[in-house]
């Protein structure tokens, strides 16, 4: 997840790709998921399939996210 940190608009951008999280409990899950607090297997699933594939492709917003100097 520290991967995506920086941009506040990966979420809309996962539940694109992902339409089971686009309610409110999986927008609940992402939310505890972006604080460390969530462990749930179909989540920690679809991210780990989702992550490879934005660092891959490098979509304008991600990129922009990168310019960002993370402490």
Known sequence: ???????????????????????ADGLRLLYAASRGRCDAPELLEALRVWIPKIQAEQPEWFVKQLAIDVP
């Open 1 to 23: 997840m520290k991967i995506l940190h920086g941009n506040r608009h990966w979420r809309s951008e996962f539940c694109k790709d992902n339409p089971d999280f686009d309610n």
